[in-house]
């Protein structure tokens, strides 16, 4: 829509918005600056809409007016709630609106990947062997929890290697990339 942004009065920074990726468990508040410009020479006013899927709100902003040649800040609250979702990774995404006598003049994109979260643990593991010298290939017993309200998935390799990416502390311990 080259000729509508050639003709916009007012640009947002940054164009848009991304929540990133968010673990959630139930509920989180994510917040984010948004600053709109008015390019023209005129004074503007728009009422502000929010259009998203389920499991994403927005509050902060329901109305912008700004002098000809203004810019202002404003700090918006992303609200991600997990009991909308019925997968347990989802993509959520939104547009902030500017709306003048109904018509849509403007629109701010919003984008996230909430990803519910459990915490499944090991119970017990037991390896039926002596000793470590001869546990390859050994039985093992492995008991997992878990105690979050979502289900979850273990991958066992996860569960049991050791390495120095388990050991960082800005290791997210709710998934694995690998």
Known sequence: QVIKALDAQVLSQPSSIS????????????????????????????????????????????????????????????????????KSSTELNGLIKLMNAGAEVSRVAVIALANKVSKVEVDSFVVRSTSNLDSQGAAVDLTLKNSSIHSGDAYLFNLIVQGARKEDKHHDPFMERG
């Open 19 to 86: 929540l990133g990726e968010v673990t959630i468990e139930s509920k989180k508040l994510i917040r984010r600056d948004l600053t709109f410009k008015n390019f023209s020479a005129v004074d503007v006013a728009f009422d502000v809409a929010f259009e998203a899927t389920a499991g994403l709100r927005m509050s902060g902003l329901s109305a912008l007016a700004l002098k000809a040649g203004e810019s202002k800040t404003f700090t918006l609250d992303f609200i991600v709630d997990a009991s909308t979702l019925t």
